[in-house]
């Protein structure tokens, strides 16, 4: 039989719509009791918390939502310092609390907008997360909103989020940094059957970005929309993370709100950033995308997919650089050393200028056959340009705004695929060679 509240040392104060159960402990050490836990309504560390572990018992302790659980959380906090949560499990009762949600307007931080997560912290300082699992969680696992000096460590998070009115992913299901979080990592973690993005920092367009991160040594396998997704946000190291089956389960992927899948994600504005030493495999979509990234560099990674180009039908680029963000420029990235072996399409499509793309090796690029299979998978999407998906390296004139690659040197990269021998280095109209140093690539066809 799962325990009550009374177990763990609660009080209940009648009259509040939300945050109705309070722990009476605020500093010291909490120590949860065997079993499961049966949780009614939010379960709130009292605001001003600090110095407080809450540590699960040997045997085992899970807190779970009941079927008709009311609050954001399971477990929240806010305004705390010097807290740590520690080995026991979280379970959301996703079969029971998960609701058809859209994703929140520009201008509603997640957290004032999802209820039913596991653990939510608000102004939070020197928080660390260490050998939690979380498991169903109708939205998302951990949202960790304007704090500082944070550390999520070997966290599991599996089976979690929840689907828009379509069925598709609202983003929900893994961890969630936002507005402005600074100085914060996330290592060694395991992200399995998660429904959204596995690991994402996001902020408002008004709100500070997030800043000073590590996400590192983290494991994602069957992820419906981004494994690791760095959005509005400086001086992040995103290193030696691996995952399987991104874009994952197919029907889940939100194509009506144009959610390709991506290994590692870009988006807003971000700089000073790294992605290095990272390995993904079997990607229905892109391996990495640079929406908004400029001034950072994307070395030492690896893509592979093995399959034939309709084994992915969000299959895409491997490397694309976007400009969405009003407020930067792609500028001065450096691009190298990576693999990509077995893309839909191009392998490395740039626009702007200050880039290095050296020493990369694209394989098996244009698996689609572009453009002689156009019609079936879409090559000719761009009428005026019959090169841009079926090029090794793409240098474009712009992509969501006017941004004409020149100034760039692409070099010392070894290309094969279908038809790479004749467009290994292929120019958007208006784009001249002579505006960028293009030498030394090594160009030959492949296999299809």
């Not at 609701?99 to 912290?121: H, K, L, M």
């Not at 609202?170 to 996330?186: K, R, W």
């Not at 494994?227 to 994952?248: C, F, K, S």
């Not at 093995?306 to 792609?330: C, T």
Request: charged fraction near 25%.
């Amino acid at each position: 039989m799962p325990k009550s509240l009374a177990a763990l040392g609660v009080l209940c104060l009648f009259g509040c719509a939300r945050g109705e159960f309070k722990l009476t402990q605020t500093t010291g050490v909490v120590r949860l009791p065997a079993g499961i836990v049966e949780v009614a309504r939010e379960l709130e560390i009292a605001p001003g918390a600090h110095d407080l572990e809450i540590v699960g018992a040997p045997e085992g302790t899970t807190l779970r939502a009941a079927a008709g659980f009311d609050g954001r959380a399971v477990l929240s906090f806010r305004d705390a310092k010097r807290i740590r949560l520690q080995g026991f499990t979280i379970d959301g009762n996703r079969l029971a609390l998960e609701q058809r949600t859209e994703i929140p307007p520009s201008d509603i931080p997640f957290i004032d907008y999802f209820c039913n997560n596991g653990v939510i912290a608000q102004n939070a300082e020197e928080l660390e997360i260490s050998s939690v699992r979380f498991v169903n969680i109708a939205n998302f696992a951990v949202i960790v909103s304007e704090s500082r000096n944070i550390v999520l460590d070997k966290i599991e998070v599996s089976d979690s989020g929840s689907r828009n009115a379509a069925g598709r992913n609202n983003t929900s299901g893994g961890v969630l940094l936002e507005e402005g979080v600074q100085d914060f990592t996330v290592r060694d973690g395991l992200f399995v059957n998660v429904l959204g993005n596995g690991v994402w920092t996001h902020s408002l367009y008004t709100s500070p970005r997030n800043r000073k991160g590590v996400v590192a040594g983290n494991a994602f396998r069957n992820i419906g929309r981004d494994a690791i997704q760095v959005g509005h946000a400086t001086e992040v190291l995103v290193e030696r993370n691996t995952g399987e089956g991104i874009g994952y389960p197919v029907d889940a992927v939100d194509v009506e709100g144009g959610g390709t899948p991506v290994a590692i994600d870009t988006a807003g504005d971000v700089d000073a950033t790294i992605y290095r030493i990272n390995r993904f495999e079997e990607i229905n979509g892109k391996c990495v995308d640079l929406d908004g990234f400029h001034d950072g560099e994307v070395s030492g990674n690896v893509c592979v997919n093995k399959g034939r180009a309709e084994d992915y039908p969000f299959g895409h680029y491997g490397i694309v650089m976007n400009n969405a963000n009003p407020d930067m420029n792609s500028r001065n990235i450096r691009i190298a050393d990576n693999v990509i072996d077995g893309v839909k399409f191009g392998g490395i499509f740039v626009i702007g200028s200050g880039h290095r793309v050296e020493n990369n090796t694209l394989r098996n690029v244009n698996a689609a056959g572009c453009n002689e299979s156009g019609a079936r998978f879409g090559c000719l999407h761009f009428p005026d340009e019959p090169d841009i998906l079926r090029s090794g390296i793409y240098l474009g004139r712009g992509a969501e705004r006017p941004d004409a690659a020149r100034d760039n040197l692409v070099q010392g990269n070894e290309i094969t695929g279908h038809g790479m021998a004749a467009r290994c280095v292929g120019f958007a109209p208006g784009v001249s060679r002579s505006a960028n140093r293009v030498r030394n690539n090594r160009c030959a066809d492949g296999k299809r």
